[in-house]
């Protein structure tokens, strides 16, 4: 029951008892017990317009930490097994640093971070780490395609093994950023979903029946390089005409280079948007029509329920939505987007930090290392 509860956050005693299909009597005695022991505390809440009392697991069983590496930012947050998030940082690092840099840069922020908290690094009892590229499930190295292109070939596991002193769960950004709009977000409660994740590369999470699906060597979900334009440039991955090269933030700043200059930023895109400027509405008009090209075919395929769009370009919500939503009316098959729901992240920069601390709350693996301790 403990791992239902590091799971679920903080449920009911009335939703345990469903979910887990224990009697409510049961769940009581049960609940009694683990309040006596200290692992858990109950807190008041409304639960269907009534007064319900919630189950959490205690401040002092412990914490767990997420990190996510960017192309030039490491964020770090910690939460308590409660899921609270008790601490969070994002410091900036330079373009083209080295894995083992960035593991060290995380180490000292989390070590801040845990000493604000008034707690130990002993009290951490576990880790998520969140890579913008495939990490391979087999070797625990990362896989080409990464926008960290120095990190390819790295033993990333390794690494964060030998500098934080525990075992951490490792997983590619748009994977977590699935599983945190389902924990937090935007699809809170949706069983089949996929999150895209648009920034200098692009890549998609699929959660499939309610789990995240890998694929058989966790590269699942690499729709940045499914072809769009078959007339296309050849892209970075050596297929051509990839839906990278039509929608990520690069080519999007470079297709308005002309119109604005140079020096333009995704954010002063943005706001170009905003103030109805033409030339950013057409290009984002394109990169949506790419997205939608590509969409579709997922669509086809797994019949999600909704579809959500992470990173840099969720602020673009009405041309780029708008584009990808007239694209799947032509092309996909009726039935799979008939009922599609289209949103924007709820959690934007943050999404992949909270998704790795989701993926360990969330792991078999974790559940039973962390329940472990707790009754050990
Ligand atoms: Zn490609």
């Known amino acids: 029951m403990l791992e239902h509860v590091v799971r679920a956050g903080s449920p009911t005693q009335a939703e345990i008892a469903r979910q887990t299909g224990l009697s409510a009597a049961t769940v009581s005695n049960i609940v009694r017990a683990l309040t006596e022991e200290g692992l858990v505390e109950l807190t008041a809440t409304v639960s269907s317009g009534r007064r319900a009392q919630a189950v959490r697991i205690s401040r002092s069983t412990g914490l767990a930490a997420g990190v996510d590496f960017g192309r030039s930012h490491v964020r770090i947050a910690i939460a308590a097994l409660s899921q609270e998030i008790v601490a969070e940082r994002e410091v900036r690092v330079r373009r083209g640093y080295p894995a083992a840099e960035g593991v060290a840069v995380a180490r000292e922020v989390f070590d801040e971070l845990v000493e604000s908290t008034g707690a130990t690094r002993a009290d ?5 780490v969140g890579i913008p590229g495939p990490i391979d499930t087999r070797t625990g190295l990362v896989g080409s395609g990464s926008i960290l292109p120095e990190w390819v070939g790295a033993p990333l596991e390794e690494l964060v093994d030998g500098s934080f002193g525990m075992p951490a769960l490792i997983e590619n950004d748009a994977n977590l950023g699935a ?3 389902r924990t937090w977000g935007a699809a809170r409660g949706v069983d089949d979903l996929v999150y895209i994740k648009i920034s200098t590369g692009i890549g998609a999470g699929l959660v499939v029946d309610g789990r995240l699906y890998r694929g058989a060597s966790g590269t699942a979900g690499e729709i940045g ?29 470079e297709r308005l280079a002309a119109s604005h200059g140079a020096d333009l930023t995704i954010d002063r895109v943005l706001d170009l948007l905003d103030a109805g400027d033409v030339p950013a509405r057409r290009v984002l008009d394109g990169a949506g029509h790419a997205l939608g090209v590509a969409v579709a075919g997922l669509c086809n395929l797994l019949n999600p329920s909704m579809i959500i769009v992470g990173g840099d370009l969720a602020r673009a919500n009405t041309p780029l939505l708008d584009s990808m939503r007239g694209v799947l009316r032509q092309v996909a098959v009726p039935s799979a987007v008939e009922h599609v729901r289209l949103a924007v992240s709820e959690l934007g920069a943050r999404a992949q930090v909270l998704g790795a601390l989701a993926a360990v709350f969330q792991s078999d693996h974790n559940i039973l290392h962390l329940t472990g301790e707790l009754s050990s």
Do not use: K
Not at 228 to 251: D, K, Q, S, Y
């Open 179 to 181: 599983l945190a709009e």
């Open 124 to 128: 951490v009892v576990a880790l998520g």
């Open 225 to 253: 390089h499914t072809t769009v334009n078959t007339m296309g440039p050849v892209c970075r991955c050596g297929n051509r005409g990839c839906l990278e090269l039509e929608a990520a933030v690069p080519v999007i700043l």
